[in-house]
């Protein structure tokens, strides 16, 4: 991130009320870019994420040869390098875009050259063996640095693998189907947990063929991909802030329209409704595949209750986990949540962070190496908070702030802007003070 480090200041609020609408799914504009950028023909998106990180990527899909113009407010078309990128000898810049780094490196290392993919120090510090691993097995060569980024990409051609993912994670799994769609033969990916499967859906949105066994995705290269003309579901990972940020007050009623529903990806809805909100889907349509919808979250008159997350949850609720944590203690029985160990890896390690900065707030916490307990009925303070650069430290603790004793001061507020640049302003709208 910049060296200015922006302060904001969270006042406590009233209540949480409104109707919004939100920016494009981070993870599926990742993943339109890419395939847009990669197919044959000029694709159209609109709603396209605002955040820093989408344009990482498109900003290394323009490097590689793909056209991207401007239509307006959240519209873009990519026109497509149709199957073969323009080499370079640039670096390329994933900023703080993990997903970036890791699915991109699937897509180059089908290609002939060498390409080397760097990010800012956070990214710099997250595990790249993860995509080493698959992609040597398939015949490419990639140099990392200790394990880390900078990291070089000998690409090559390729031969198909059956392959076991680690840890659960949809930007390994995207990684290998990548490569895969560019090799000849059956490339599978196996995974215990099924992870987002936003790359699945886009894949065959472009016209490629997969197919999906109880626990595993094959691809069967090489296939082309064809542009497409496609809406951007509304961010759930975003709309995540406000819902939490409801949740904590009494009878709150908020709706979200244009929302992306995907079933990997709406775990948070079951989740708030363990705790005892009450969740209406107003409206539900499908737009390639994904899943958009207007959801209403009603706040229980008696507060909320207390949830456990572990195991495939966990998992699936990844992104969500630190808001879930910074609201617990304005539950009445807190949150447990274990198996989470792949927080420590995240742009931060969040699991250290989450819990640094309740204790800050006043809140009392155990820390366990894949988790945390966070009793309930505590009431917070205002506080400093360190986001540590990581975006989603910087909202959790916001929405944490609007029902603290006393003002909060958010220390590098700016790092929202990675995923989510309108989250202060629309924070400032919804919060009746
Ligand atoms: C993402 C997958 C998750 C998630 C990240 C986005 C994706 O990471 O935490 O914010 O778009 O595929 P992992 O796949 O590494 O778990």
């Given at each position: 991130m910049s060296s200015q480090s922006q302060q904001r200041l969270i006042r406590p609020a009233k209540n949480i009320s409104g109707s919004l609408r939100l920016p494009g799914d981070k993870s599926i504009s990742h993943r339109y870019a890419m395939l847009g950028a990669f197919a044959e023909g000029s694709s159209r998106f609109s709603?396209?994420?605002?955040?820093a990180d989408c344009a990482s990527t498109l900003s290394c899909m323009q490097q590689l040869g793909a056209k991207v113009t401007k239509l307006g407010p959240g519209a873009i078309e990519v026109t497509g390098v149709g199957g073969r990128v323009t080499p370079t000898t640039e670096n390329l810049d994933c900023g703080n875009s993990g997903s970036t780094m890791r699915m991109l490196s699937g897509l180059l290392a089908a290609q002939e050259g060498e390409f080397t993919l760097i990010g800012d120090a956070s990214l710099s510090r997250r595990p790249m063996g993860r995509i080493q691993k698959p992609l040597e097995e398939m015949g490419a060569r990639l140099t990392l640095t200790e394990g880390h980024a900078p990291l070089t990409i000998h690409g090559s051609r390729l031969r198909a693998i059956d392959f076991t993912t680690p840890v659960p994670s949809a930007q390994v799994k995207t990684c290998v189907l990548l490569a895969g769609l560019q090799t000849e033969g059956a490339t599978t990916v196996r995974e215990a947990i099924r992870t987002r499967d936003h790359s699945e859906l886009a894949l065959r949105a472009f016209g490629a063929e997969l197919t999906r066994g109880k626990d595993s995705i094959t691809i069967s290269g090489p296939q082309t991909l064809r542009a497409i003309e496609a809406e951007v579901p509304g961010d759930i990972s975003s709309a995540a802030f406000f819902l939490a940020a409801a949740a904590i007050f009494p009878g709150a009623s908020l709706i979200i329209d244009s929302?992306?529903?995907?079933p990997t990806r709406a775990t948070l809805l079951d989740v708030l409704g363990m705790l005892g909100a009450k969740l209406s889907v107003l409206h539900l349509d499908e737009k390639n595949s994904e899943l958009i919808g207007t959801v209403q979250l009603t706040a229980p008159a008696a507060g909320l209750g207390s949830v456990e997350i572990n195991g495939a949850l966990a998992a699936q609720l990844i992104d969500e986990l630190p808001v879930l944590a910074a609201i617990?203690?304005?539950?009445?029985?807190g949150i447990r949540i274990r198996d989470a160990k792949e927080l420590r890896v995240k742009e931060s390690d969040r699991i250290a962070l989450v819990a640094k900065n309740l204790r800050a707030m006043g809140a009392e916490v155990t820390e366990f190496e894949d988790g945390l307990d966070v009793p309930g009925n505590q009431q917070l303070h205002g506080a400093t908070i360190d986001?540590?650069?990581d975006h989603r430290i910087a909202m959790a603790f916001s929405v944490a702030a609007l029902r603290a004793s006393g003002d909060t001061l958010i220390e590098g507020?700016?790092?929202?802007?990675?995923?989510?640049?309108e989250f202060f302003d629309l924070l400032d709208q919804l919060a009746e003070r």
């Open positions: 709603n396209f994420s605002t955040g929302l992306g529903l995907n617990a203690p304005y539950t009445s029985g986001s540590g650069h507020a700016e790092v929202a802007a990675i995923s989510f640049p």
